[in-house]
């Protein structure tokens, strides 16, 4: 079949990369794509990833049959439903079922209506409502904008001083994230934070392997938060099979249960993204689509066919027959990005071309695109680094040492930066 792939991250290019070795896939292409996902089929950079109709009769014409949504921002623009409506079967909910992400405030409102387990928490719409409510939390504190902010609109608080400054920034200065007013103050939790991404197929979920991804800009979770700056999988330091089936039991069977009840319409992947405490799986978040970097670092690991998955649940038929298997292996997971990063995003041109060591090691790009045998990157984040080993350890070790060889190959006066501990604090060493 032809398979068309919404969006231009590594995300996508990971995606590309692992439907390609599917012998159900015919030809892959990529709205607008980057320099990954054109070594896997065709880029289209005419179409914007949030041009629903443009999409549409592009993806008729060119007989696609399954299309594949990458990012947030599409499924907020109702690119699923454009496609769907021209007959194509779409992996990615409709854009009202993609509001458990693009709204948080929606999102609490849902949890609070089904039972899932999440903070504390309140929503409030301008400053004298957000510091009422700022005297009940406390120190305890996170921030959070009620619309999609690439991974930058929360802020976990310090204490109150903290909170009162960004309040500050949002409201008086008119810095919120996403735009509007509204944004969800909830209680800081404590505990291991891990995600886990299910195939869902309106009835039906399966869980993948679960990953653990660093928001933080710097080494030691410093900085800004960003969209992820590394990842790494299986998060066995946080998951073992009891935690995974309580996470079913309290999260996604509920979550499935909650969009059939309101007439929801999802098909695609449901992200939670969750803080182990001692009480169990509290949901920080629910995203309605594949993570990104954590897909980098999963996607490795699978050993089942993901045509035959995304394509089952696009059609609302998964069976047991497609469920989902990983191999014993591990992934870890390198973002590089441009100088400034997350409060800037600066093009970087001219970077040469990845060269793996090995087949275990992989890199999967960013917004970019190829011209003369380099590469022309957007900003932000430019690309990951993987590599798959028998244990987190060895897997860690490689795609570090691919970090460093990559670095040391720029151009001069190129610079990429990246975080030095991802994964290490899931055994007894800081940094390779």
């Known amino acids: 079949m032809n398979v068309l792939i919404v969006g231009s991250g590594a995300r996508e290019h990971a995606l590309a990369w692992k439907l390609r070795a599917s012998p159900h896939v015919d030809t892959i292409y990529a709205a607008p794509g980057n320099a990954g996902t054109a070594l896997a089929g065709t880029n289209w950079p005419q179409h914007a990833a949030t041009a629903g109709l443009e999409l549409a009769r592009a993806a008729k014409d060119a007989r696609v049959e399954l299309a594949v949504i990458g990012p947030e921002a599409a499924l907020?623009?109702?690119?699923?439903?454009?496609?769907?409506?021209?007959?194509?079967?779409?992996?990615?909910?409709?854009?009202?079922?993609?509001?458990?992400?693009?709204s948080k405030a929606f999102a609490k409102q849902f949890m609070e209506r089904y039972g899932i387990p999440t903070a504390r928490h309140r929503v409030v719409h301008d400053r004298k409502a957000a510091e009422r409510v700022l005297k009940y939390f406390?120190?305890?504190?996170?921030?959070?904008?009620?619309?999609?902010?690439?991974?930058?609109?929360?802020?976990?608080c310090a204490d109150v001083n903290e909170a009162r400054d960004v309040l500050e920034q949002w409201y008086d200065e008119r810095k919120l994230p996403g735009g509007g007013t509204s944004?969800?103050?909830?209680?800081?939790?404590?505990?291991?934070?891990?995600?886990?991404?299910?195939?869902?197929?309106?009835?039906?979920?399966?869980?993948l392997a679960a990953?653990?991804?660093?928001?933080?800009?710097?080494?030691g979770d410093t900085g800004p938060n960003t969209g992820g700056m590394g990842a790494y999988s299986p998060a066995q330091d946080v998951f073992d099979e009891a935690a995974i089936r309580r996470v079913h039991e309290v999260v996604l069977q509920p979550a499935l249960a909650g969009l059939r009840a309101e007439g929801l319409d999802y098909?695609?992947?449901?992200?939670?993204?969750?803080?182990?405490?001692?009480?169990?799986?509290?949901?920080?978040e629910f995203n309605a689509r594949f993570g990104d970097p954590e897909t980098q670092v999963v996607l490795p690991r699978l050993?089942?066919?993901?045509?035959?998955?995304?394509?089952?649940?696009?059609?609302?038929a998964l069976t047991d027959?497609?469920?989902?298997?990983?191999?014993?292996?591990?992934?870890?997971?390198?973002?590089?990005?441009?100088?400034?990063?997350?409060?800037?995003?600066?093009?970087?041109?001219?970077l040469p071309l990845f060269s793996a060591s090995s087949e275990q090691v992989m890199a999967f790009w960013g917004g970019s695109a190829t011209e003369n045998d380099r590469v022309n990157a957007s900003g932000g984040r430019v690309l990951t680094i993987c590599a798959r080993g028998a244990d987190l350890a060895t897997a860690r070790r490689d795609a570090y040492n691919a970090v460093e060889r990559y670095v040391a190959a720029l151009p001069s006066g190129v610079r990429l930066r990246y975080r030095s501990d991802i994964a290490a604090r899931t055994f007894a060493v800081t940094r390779p």
Do not use: H, W
């Open 321 to 350: 027959t497609v469920a989902p298997s990983f191999g014993d292996d591990a992934c870890v997971g390198f973002v590089l990005t441009s100088d400034g990063y997350p409060q800037a995003s600066t093009s970087v041109n001219g």
């Open 183 to 207: 944004i969800v103050m909830e209680e800081r939790l404590s505990g291991q934070e891990a995600s886990v991404m299910a195939i869902v197929d309106g009835a039906k979920a399966f869980a």
């Open 267 to 284: 098909r695609g992947c449901l992200y939670a993204g969750l803080m182990m405490t001692d009480r169990g799986p509290s949901v920080l």
């Open 76 to 102: 907020a623009a109702g690119v699923s439903d454009a496609l769907r409506a021209n007959g194509i079967a779409v992996f990615g909910p409709s854009r009202a079922a993609a509001r458990l992400e693009s």
């Open 211 to 219: 990953a653990c991804d660093y928001k933080r800009a710097g080494d």
């Open 138 to 156: 406390g120190d305890g504190v996170v921030l959070k904008a009620d619309g999609l902010a690439a991974g930058k609109g929360v802020v976990v």
């Open 303 to 316: 050993r089942s066919d993901l045509c035959e998955l995304l394509a089952s649940a696009a059609m609302g």
